[in-house]
């Protein structure tokens, strides 16, 4: 069944912003909106000349309908109108919460594009008492949160999240669409991310348009459905930012102001819109490139320098060391140190004599220490960093040292695309018990989605273990497919099996990519 979202919004009569944004939208994610009228707006792309708030009663009666019938699996609010409406929808919220989870993104609309003020003090009074505190996360700009907090709050725009954190919502993303005006950051479009899942700095090049209207609210009602779809809050944000992108590519020049941005289906298999996600509060200030890594092609993973050899003199071109330390080890233990040193210079000696590439999992600092050239890293991994060892990691980077890093939903794709890795993994395609994960199998939809739309090679991971399975992978356009227990006792006489597997599947054709991915989490 389609899923369900309300928008609860002022009307436009130029059709750019509130209801006929959020229907856009809605449309764009293939969910179904139902329009809740809580204001009546006069306006142009040029002023708002009058805002008529919706009598409460008519208000109540719109949601009593709605809810007997198509009862919503999120509600996105913009322009409530007055305080009265706020008080109504916060009961009706409880309401419905009684019967079934509910979530509810708030937009809390302060001021027009246009700059006329849409809320009094009064009204904002209401959202910080009445509606932050029920809502699942709410996207302010940058104005509206300093709006919502008071002038005189006395910190940047993480405090700022956090301070709107403490009034109740469960998650803020704070939006950076009106910082243009400011001069700030003008070359990136920046939203600020704080989730139970994620935190840091969502940007993507800012689209050289003056028509911008309606922004705000698309990518409010794009989260709403992100979530009706069955996103978690992160992704949702994700999602939303290419949506909303997306719709200021097909802005239109309408009338004589500013013109309103258009939602639309494709933001999905667009590659230029997947964001980047800063590791950090550090906000980045420029966008750069660099070279597509290379293909790793059938990627062997190992525990020995033992087994590193059996697989490069097999034949195998990439292989990974994947040590894990006893339990009962401490990290600082000499023997153990000295044991995975050993490790890490017989394995990189003979990846080397065969010409293959070694990557080395964990223990990033000991394998640069003893030679290593290629390292991979989990996201736990990369958030554990402190920032000397982030210059350190950097500066390998600059050296020449290849970089692999995992990802598993849609935030950590955007947190690798930051770090400009030589290879993305997708996991875990299916079901795998060599690692306890809460992340649901990726599939072949999704392994598809993430070739197409990643910013380096992908390398399939989790649950390969036929043969068929490393075909299919190479079908949906992997550039690598990861063979663990598969290798065998004797991978001088499993390997040639699996090459000729990803052989087969390269030469296939190809997996359809769907508009979307599914969730993953």
């Not at 309401?95 to 809390?108: E, G, I, T, Y």
């Not at 993303?173 to 479009?189: C, F, K, N, Y």
């Not at 999905?268 to 420029?286: C, H, N, Q, V, Y």
């Not at 590193?308 to 233990?333: E, F, H, Y």
Request: with cysteine.
């Amino acid at each position: 069944m389609t899923p369900i979202i309300w928008s609860i919004a002022g009307t436009d009569s130029g059709g750019g912003a509130g209801l006929a944004a959020d229907q856009r939208a809605a449309d764009a994610f293939g969910v179904h909106c139902c329009t809740v009228v809580a204001a009546i707006t006069a306006q142009s792309t040029t002023e708002v000349t009058h805002i008529e708030a919706t009598p409460p009663a008519v208000l109540q009666a719109q949601l009593a309908t709605l809810a007997a019938d198509m009862p919503p699996r999120v509600i996105k609010t913009g322009l409530l109108g007055s305080a009265d409406n706020v008080r109504v929808f916060a009961r009706f919220v409880d309401q419905l919460r009684k019967n079934d989870p509910l979530a509810l993104v708030v937009d809390p609309v302060l001021r027009s594009s246009t700059g006329a003020a849409l809320a009094d003090a009064e009204l904002r009074a209401a959202y910080c008492e009445l509606l932050l505190p029920r809502a699942t996360v709410i996207t302010p700009n940058q104005a509206e949160a300093v709006a919502l907090l008071g002038d005189d709050f006395p910190g940047d725009i993480p405090a700022q999240s956090l301070a709107l954190r403490a009034l109740g919502c469960e998650a803020v993303v704070i939006t950076g669409g009106d910082a243009g005006a400011t001069g700030r950051r003008e070359s990136l479009s920046m939203d600020w991310l704080d989730t139970p899942h994620a935190q840091g700095w969502l940007s993507l090049p800012r689209e050289n348009t003056p028509h911008n209207h309606g922004t705000g609210c698309t990518f409010a009602s794009a989260m709403a459905a992100a979530l009706a779809l069955g996103w978690v809050l992160a992704d949702a944000a994700v999602l939303a930012k290419m949506a909303a992108t997306h719709a200021l590519r097909h802005a239109r020049a309408v009338g004589r102001g500013v013109g309103p941005v258009i939602a639309r289906e494709g933001f999905g298999i667009d590659p230029s819109l997947l964001p980047r996600l800063s590791l950090d509060s550090e906000a980045p200030t420029s966008w750069t490139t660099r070279p597509r890594g290379q293909a790793p092609g059938v990627y062997a993973i190992v525990d020995s320098a033992e087994r590193v050899r059996q697989c490069v003199d097999a034949g195998a071109r990439t292989v990974q060391l994947r040590i894990k330390r006893p339990s009962i080890t401490p990290a600082d233990d000499p023997t153990w140190r000295e044991q995975l040193a050993t490790e890490i210079q017989l394995a990189q000696s003979a990846s080397d004599a065969a010409g293959a590439t070694l990557y080395i999992n964990d223990h990033w600092q000991h394998a640069l220490a003893n030679g290593a050239r290629a390292l991979h890293l989990g996201q736990e991994d990369l958030l554990s960093l402190a920032p000397a060892e982030h210059v350190q990691l950097a500066h390998a980077r600059a050296q020449g040292m290849a970089l692999g890093l995992s990802s598993h939903s849609l935030w950590e794709l955007c947190r690798a695309h930051t770090l400009l890795p030589d290879y993305v993994a997708c996991g875990p395609v299916w079901p795998t018990t060599t690692k306890d994960m809460p992340w649901h199998p990726q599939g072949l939809h999704n392994l598809a989605w993430w070739a197409h739309m990643a910013p380096a090679p992908v390398v399939a991971i989790g649950g390969i273990l036929t043969p068929d399975h490393l075909a299919q992978a190479a079908a949906c356009g992997a550039s690598g497919g990861c063979v663990v227990r598969g290798l065998g006792d004797d991978p001088a006489r499993t390997l040639p099996t699996w090459q000729q597997a990803w052989d087969v599947g390269q030469a296939a054709q190809k997996h359809t990519v769907p508009a979307l991915p599914h969730p993953s989490l």
